[in-house]
């Protein structure tokens, strides 16, 4: 399945499961690896880009070891190399790193309801805005459309700078961005067309997965 109408396409994928998602512990910034579990997703991704055709022109990675983990089996499929690229990492939350999202609730209420309800307008203690993510993961995503018009590219980035990122990509006002952070290796298909015109053709598909494999955090 080639990209032969002109349009760019870009496939939005969260890395797969740590053993921070598995405890409930806010990760962020923090660089945990794939666990067992997320390397079998990571396998089931594969195969899945691998058999649907998708010609794939570039791969980009953020600088967190689980997005490259994520789609290493699929760089060693193709012969093909990821490539870092900064502005899709996952939000710097702070203080609330390594910490169990009921503690945090308990902890952190304002902060978590935030996180919860309006994503865009939460500050992370020592951290990062919503608004800072939102910014530079849009900024990222068009410097990507930019460089590559009409290719399609693989973008493996996280739970929350995704759900940011599609609220700029739909043209969603930032005050009614809502939680919405895709299971583990869920893909997102977007086209973009030469005038610049964004289309979400699909969002948050984790059907490569059976159901003893998805999860959520």
């Known amino acids: 399945m080639s990209n032969t109408d002109n349009k760019t396409t870009i496939y939005l994928i969260r890395h797969g499961v740590t053993d921070f998602n598995q405890a409930r512990k806010f990760q962020g910034s923090s660089d945990i690896p794939l666990n067992e579990a997320g390397r079998a997703q990571a396998a089931k991704l594969s195969k899945r880009i691998l058999e649907s055709g998708i010609k794939v022109d570039k791969v980009y990675v953020s600088k967190l070891i689980r997005t490259r983990q994520t789609i290493q089996p699929l760089l060693d499929e193709l012969g093909i190399d990821a490539e870092e690229i900064d502005g899709i990492e996952e939000i710097n939350a702070g203080d609330m790193e390594g910490v169990e999202f009921n503690a945090l609730v308990e902890q952190y209420p304002e902060v978590m309801k935030k996180y919860n309800e309006s994503p865009y307008e939460v500050d ?27 290719k399609t590219v693989l973008v493996i980035s996280h739970g929350f700078l995704i759900q940011l990122l599609l609220g700029y990509i739909k043209g969603t006002p930032t005050s009614e961005i809502g939680y919405n952070v895709h299971r583990n290796t869920a893909v997102t298909k977007i086209e973009i067309d030469s005038n610049g015109n964004k289309e979400v053709v699909y969002e948050g598909d984790d059907s490569h997965l059976d159901l003893e494999s998805r999860t959520g955090l």
């Open 124 to 150: 992370m203690p020592t951290g990062e805005s919503g608004a800072e993510v939102y910014k530079r993961g849009s900024e990222a995503f068009e410097k990507i459309v930019k460089e590559h018009p009409g």
